[in-house]
């Protein structure tokens, strides 16, 4: 056969297989927009590697595998590629609000210092437990005797307090401010 009859035998071949291949890309990068570009890269890998493919043998599979070679070295390049690069103006005003967020944090924390301060010490001793040491509930219901649906209430009711009591504290120092 001589390299005009190769060709079009080749062109033949990939024009009949072309919506499969572009289907089996399309699964292996389900979702992503990318897959057209990635088949168009198969088939220019399949054009140029055509020498290599031996008629007689199964055309689909050889393309399958070229496809699927170039499936992996897409996700290769985005998770390479994958790294955000963002404008040192962008930068700044993320910076920025960093330091206001941690700002807010510490204030609130502190409003949370207050507030447990104000609370019996039987509740802070039940908060700390189970917030500060993190241990399980049915630990200090043996510990105290009582029943654990009968903390988890207790729990949600000095929490709901926690939090009014911070959003006083915090509503005051704005006031301040």
């Known amino acids: 056969m001589n390299p005009d009859e ?8 990939l024009t009949e297989h072309q919506l499969p291949l572009r289907h089996y890309v399309q699964s292996l990068l389900p979702g992503d927009s990318s897959a057209p570009d990635v088949t168009q890269l198969a088939n220019t890998t399949l054009w140029k590697k055509r020498e290599e493919f031996e008629p007689g043998t199964n055309f689909k599979a050889w393309a399958f595998a070229i496809a699927r070679y170039e499936v992996l070295n897409y996700r290769k390049r985005q998770a390479r590629d994958s790294r955000l690069v963002f404008s040192s103006d962008l930068e700044e005003v993320f910076a920025e609000e960093l330091i206001e967020a941690n700002d807010n944090l510490e204030i609130r924390q502190s409003a949370l210092r207050a507030c447990l301060e104000k609370l019996k010490p039987t509740d802070r001793d039940l908060i700390l437990h189970r917030y500060y040491e993190r241990l399980p509930l049915n630990l200090y219901a043996k510990k105290t005797g009582r029943s654990v649906g009968g903390i988890k209430v207790t ?19 704005g006031a301040d401010a």
């Not at 190769?6 to 071949?13: E, F, G, P, T, Y």
């Not at 009014?164 to 509503?171: F, S």
């Open 6 to 13: 190769k060709d079009s035998r080749m062109v033949a071949l």
């Open 155 to 173: 729990l949600h009711r000095i929490r709901n307090l926690l939090q009014g009591c911070i959003e006083a504290n915090l509503r005051d120092e």
